[in-house]
């Protein structure tokens, strides 16, 4: 969806509007890695909530995606770092960023914490058990982590012929 439909739209669960007139505070960084541990979504930088176009200096575009990109890619800052590719566009003659923000298959945190989305809002997830029912739901739905057995089959009793060693 362009920039120009999400701010028609406007704010919910999955979009979020940040004006970043001062700078990427941390609010952006926190909304990040909710979207990363909770179903995705969008971050529109340059917007404020009631979306008014602020937009950035096209000059100063390519220090922000930088400094995106270099904090998402810092495993001090994200655990486990991940990549992501700001977009540039243009609303109302102003240059805004979309940050398009998948779900993870990892649990991610933020200097050591963990944020979710509840609605509109980034949730702190502090109590272990709501950390664990966070572990096991990414478990349960990403099957990359799992561990198959062999459909029952007794795997340490089977031998692998000799001509196909060259191939393992």
């Given at each position: 969806?362009?920039a120009q439909k ?131 739901q990414k478990q ?27 191939f393992i």
């Amino acid at each position: 969806m362009t920039a120009q439909k999400l701010i028609t739209v406007g704010e919910n669960e999955n979009t979020v509007f940040r004006s970043c007139k001062d700078g990427i505070h941390t609010n952006v960084f926190e909304t990040i890695c909710a979207f990363l541990n909770t179903r995705g979504g969008t971050l529109l930088l340059g917007v404020d909530e009631s979306g008014e176009v602020y937009g950035f200096k096209e000059r100063a575009i390519p220090d922000i995606i930088q400094a995106l990109k270099m904090a998402t890619q810092n495993a001090d800052t994200f655990q486990p770092p991940f990549e992501m590719e700001p977009v540039r566009e243009i609303v109302d003659g102003k240059y805004v960023l979309v940050l398009n923000v998948p779900e993870s298959a990892n649990v991610h945190a933020l200097r050591g914490k963990v944020f979710v989305r509840r609605g509109t809002e980034n949730i702190r997830v502090e109590r272990k058990e709501e950390l664990t029912r966070l572990y096991v739901q990414k478990q349960e739905i990403y099957t990359e982590r799992k561990i198959y057995t062999a459909g029952g089959i007794h795997t340490e009793r089977m031998r692998i012929p000799d001509a196909d060693n060259r191939f393992i």
